[in-house]
């Protein structure tokens, strides 16, 4: 198996968090599932500008991806509102792994869905419906593998995730 790491994005509300408890519970071997806002950095306030937290804290993943294939063997999947695929491949961490060795999904959902989700899962600040830089986001996250979850509960996400992450191990 090649040294490989996996970033799987998405807006809040789409499933990112639900997706690595579910294989924190489920394990799935030659995976390791990490949830991005839990790592090294605490996550600023969602008034400040998180440009600086997401980019050193894409560094420390992509040094804890590395260690998990050296220790492991396994290959990391990290789930959470990354930088931008381009943004991380220029990282001096991302190059112990080959490019083509980094590859990125993201998540989506119809807004309606991801609205209730926010406010049941008691985040209403989360929602301000539209924002401009979504425009950008799904431009840059145009080549990624888009897995839409609005009618797709955990296990059936976990499942699509499963095949498509089992097809880039080989």
């Known amino acids: 198996m090649t040294k490989k790491v996996i970033f799987i994005s ?9 997706i690595v408890q ?38 420390w993943w992509l040094k804890i991806a590395h260690e998990e294939y050296d220790t492991k063997q396994n290959i990391a999947v990290i789930c959470g509102l990354c930088l ?3 943004n991380i491949i220029e990282l001096k961490e991302a190059h112990v792994f080959n490019t083509q060795n980094i590859h990125f999904a993201h998540l989506t959902c119809d807004p309606e869905d991801r609205k ?16 401009p830089w979504y425009d950008e986001f799904f431009a840059e996250m145009s080549e990624a593998f ?13 499942a699509i995730i499963t095949e498509w992450i089992q097809k880039l191990s080989k």
């Open 10 to 18: 998405g807006l809040s509300g789409t499933g990112k968090s639900s």
């Open 22 to 59: 579910y294989f924190t519970n489920n394990p799935l071997p030659g995976f390791t599932f990490l949830d991005f806002d839990h790592g090294k950095f605490k996550a600023p306030s969602h008034k400040q500008d998180h440009l600086e937290w997401r980019t050193k804290q894409t560094q």
């Open 84 to 86: 931008y695929p381009r």
């Open 116 to 131: 209730k989700r926010l406010y049941n899962r008691g985040d209403p600040h989360q929602w301000q419906g539209y924002k």
């Open 146 to 158: 888009e897995i839409n979850t609005s009618h797709a509960s955990i296990p059936k996400t976990a």
